[in-house]
């Protein structure tokens, strides 16, 4: 078994992996490798340990589209510790589910569950080696030696269909690979038999909390501090009373003080970005079913904040029976729909593993210390971000742990509180050897965590799309911290009546020309290639002038002269002095350019598709433009040494790119001209000190009277595009007013700005302009948009002259540098930009 780093490459893409997720597989690959080449002793055991919330089912998929385009393995059991992670992971392989991965999958898994596993159709599935199959069980039902419910007899009875016992099929598979959900929780004797009596060609834990004792089998490890840092999940935010109330009501009151203002800001921030809102939540954590019922009987009394929440609480616990139950479990399924009434979850013990809803946004244990909070399952439960990406709002990326100990007594345990973050992991990294060879090794990172006071919280205010980190000094997004109750609630409360300004409303500006942009689908097929995705024509135009300065329009002649030196006899080859020139034919230019386009479009790289052929005439376009006026004449005579160095040159830019995103060949115009609304008070002009709360007036060709901006780079570079004598309009982009896709699975994201610029020569040019922090240009998420939105932009081109549309598409990624030595010129920023 080898390491494939290119098959990994292409599945990060194809699946749109986070990077932790795809060093993970990277690293689960590398060590399973390095077992079956070490011929080590019995099946391969690894874990990984990987902070909840950052998508451990992504990484079972990665492994499993690795291992089965691979001689491994055709076969998966995905081992679960109860009902809901089983059925979350049945709705990631099942086709049309929210969850599903299928679309992105090209082993197309047949799935395998305890509904279906006892049929003749199974049992030839199973029997096609060709096939590969997901096998989902919790593993109460495949303990051996019980019976104690009729799944645990069915799946190791013998079954008609199969012509066996499930249990005893699975056993029988020489490359089986269990993937243990959860690892922990599998601690016990029973269940360490399910799986070591499967005798599994290898076995790999998903877990965030290692047992102690399984150290040694972690091969990989990215954890919470790292999740923080680098955004997959919501900063916690401890807050403690700076007095010596700790009654029940009082640490209610404050959670769900915190909670209505997150409420409100919530609101307004999906009305303003034109999203669904999120309901925040409250979870609960009772020690055990009486304080439970007591706590739920007191929010929803008369007494108690006036009835507010009354009707507004879900209590879960392990006691619920019968239809109760059911009503119970629906209603916590459905917690983050809209239409749900849920704002305070009521939990004793149930609601670890696997419950991963997205609007929890503050946690309350009611006697557990915060240490005991941070180090547990619960912390886990609330740290999924509700919007799929930091909003730029302080008080919806972060988690409230309302604290059971003083504020001072957290202050002086902070250091402790930080060692709860692991803050030091190992980055798989592929280099060459000096064969050649891809290998991997492994490079530490390690995560400055501290837990600071709320004087470092940095101000709860604005509402925007944007991810930019907020510049009050002495914050860090990976730093864990510490805030006194009263504090944090005017920070909440402050914010929360920001957000209740007046919604003033912006229609576009008649005088001022409209911008129509494109609209494109992205294909939905795993795995693909493009001339779309080649963007540049730089290099097709040098291998036009490359070619042309070769001289191969002449021949080369060679002069053989005899010497003799004494009685020794040579021959000595010299170059001629004077040249004479080849025999050229002279076939019509346009004759050859088709052969060349010809020749692209059968190549194995390209599709049948009708843009496709527009792609192909503009690279050769390319190639002839750098060969100048001896096109002709060298195409006439060096077509075949023309076609195969073009052919190398469009493979080396498309074997990096395959699996990232295309696009279809429909082409939909759409005008920019809905209503805008914001709440954010105005400003009169355009001054040159940013300020982001604020929508700013004073534009000459933007679209709409007021703009505004999450950053400051995005701010200055609209001022310079505003000033430029080629700009006729532009827009600030919000959410979903141009989404480019740039995953698979459909997920999008706006650019900042749209430009339309018109040149007397060129003609209209329509940019799409996305600015960034310097140390976030660099980042594979910023550089993965950037490829997918080039594609785009070419795409969108392409069609548009197939339309007959001159108008051209472009996409500018600016760092805040490139904004900073442009010194307002838009046209620098076109020079320094990507």
Known sequence: MSVDTDLIAEIRSRLQLRRPNADAVLSVVNAFANHVEGEGNGPFEGIVDSATGVGKTYIMAGLIEYLSAQPTSRNFLVLTPGRTINQKT??????????????????????????????????????????????????????????????????????????????????????????????????????????????????????????????????????????????????????????????????????????????????????????????????????????????????ESDTFEGGNWIGSTLLVHSELTGDEKERTLAALDSVEAAASPVRIIIQVGMLKEGWDVKNVYAILSLRTSVSEVLTEQTLGRGMRLPYGEYTGIELLDTLEVVAHERYEQLLEKRGILAEEFVATYYRPIVVKNAAGESTVKFEEHTVDVNATDGEATPPASGTGDSDEESDVAGWSWATTTIVDQTTRENEANGAARSSKGRLTQYSPIPEREPITVPQLKVIPRAATTSLTQIADRTPYVLLGVSLRDEGRDELKRTLMKGEIEGNVARIEVHQATSRVGASLFDVPLETTRQDLIRRVLTSPWVSARGVEALAASELVDAVIQGMGQEAQQYLSNFFEVAARRLLELIRSHLEPAAGSTVFEDELDMRPLEGIRATRRPQKADTPDLFEPDYAYNGWAKHLYSHAWFDSSPEYHAARAIDEDPGVVTWVRLLRNDSPITWTHSGTSYNPDLVVSERDSTTGETIWFVETKRDSEISSEEVQAKRTAARTWANTATLLMKQHGLSTKCQYLLLAERDVLDAAGSWSAMKRLGT
Do not use: W
């Open 90 to 299: 049945i709705e990631t392989f099942t086709r049309g589910s929210r969850r599903s991965l299928m679309p992105s999958l090209l082993s197309q898994p047949r799935l395998v569950t305890s509904e279906n596993f006892d049929s003749a159709a199974i049992r030839r599935a199973i029997e096609d080696t060709s096939q590969t199959k997901v096998y989902v069980f919790t593993v109460q039902s495949l303990l051996l030696g019980r019976a104690d419910s009729e799944q645990q007899r069915k799946t190791h009875e013998y079954q008609e269909g199969l012509g066996g016992g499930f249990y005893d099929v699975l056993a029988g598979l020489d490359d089986l690979v269990v993937l243990a959900d959860e690892h922990h929780c599998y601690s016990g004797p029973e269940f360490g038999r399910v799986i070591e009596q499967l005798h599994p060609h290898a076995v790999v834990g998903m877990t965030a909390t290692p047992l102690s004792r399984d150290r040694g089998k972690v091969v990989y490890r990215y954890p919470l501090a790292a999740a923080i840092a680098e955004k997959y999940v919501k900063t916690p935010v401890i807050v403690g009373r700076r007095d010596d109330r700790s009654d029940e009501v009082t640490k209610l009151a404050d959670a769900l003080a915190l909670i209505k203002a997150k409420a409100d800001l919530s609101r307004a921030y999906a009305e303003e970005v034109g999203v669904a809102s999120v309901n925040p939540v409250l979870l609960v954590s009772a020690q055990d079913i009486a304080e439970a019922q007591r706590v739920q009987k007191l929010i």
